[in-house]
């Protein structure tokens, strides 16, 4: 190459044509994300401990209500509990919805719904050293229409549906269901309800 020979430059209409087909592509995508987070979901971030060793807390989640019924092992977003420190969304998991019937037994762990021990293995999580958070109330409890019972995976650390503070929690205050981990990025996962195949 003649080192005189001055570089080719590219026509400056060609330029302005791929700054403009940038910008449509932004504002196509813009549009988009904010269509998803307006009618499909939205993001909440873990709160405390109460959901460990399956969240943790400054994770992000993917949220979505659309078509959602609660279905037991589902973790959801619940917010507008009356109950401080409470007036933030909180995660718990679905034990049993409307109709049926919760028992424990707090020395074995065991968790029963409609009289069958439930297989909780998958993630629930007690430290057999800690304080056991039993519940407040008489147990077995038949859930009333309209309402879920709901724990944390920690069992020890969390605030749930074994206490009168929270009791059973009203299907209008479910947020949504958590669909997936989107934060942080080498923990993205799809969740999958452990009872259901």
């Known amino acids: ?28 995508v813009t549009v988009c994300v904010m269509m998803i987070f307006t009618f499909v979901g939205r993001l909440n971030i873990v709160q405390g401990p109460s959901m460990e060793n399956t969240l943790h807390e400054g994770e992000y989640l993917f949220v979505s209500d659309l078509f959602y019924t609660p279905t037991p092992g589902d973790i959801v977003i619940i917010h507008e509990i009356d ?39 998958a993630y629930r999580h007690v430290d057999e050293d800690a304080y056991t958070i039993k519940a407040d109330y008489p147990l077995p409890l038949t859930i009333p229409e309209g309402q879920v019972f709901v724990m944390g995976d920690n069992r020890n650390h969390s605030a749930d549906s074994r206490t009168t503070s929270i009791y059973t929690v009203d299907e209008r205050d479910i947020v949504g269901k958590a669909v997936a981990r989107v934060f942080p990025l080498d923990k993205i996962e799809f969740f999958k309800n452990p009872h259901k195949n």
Do not use: C, H
């Open 1 to 28: 190459m003649n080192k005189n020979t001055p570089l080719e430059k590219k026509p400056q209409g060609s330029i302005l044509s791929y700054i403009s087909e940038f910008v449509e592509l932004l504002g196509i």
């Open 83 to 121: 109950a401080d420190p409470y007036s933030d969304p909180i995660v718990k998991r679905v034990i049993a919805t409307a109709g049926q019937t919760v028992d424990i037994d707090f020395d074995t762990w065991t968790l029963y719904v409609d009289g069958v021990a439930v297989d909780e293995s």
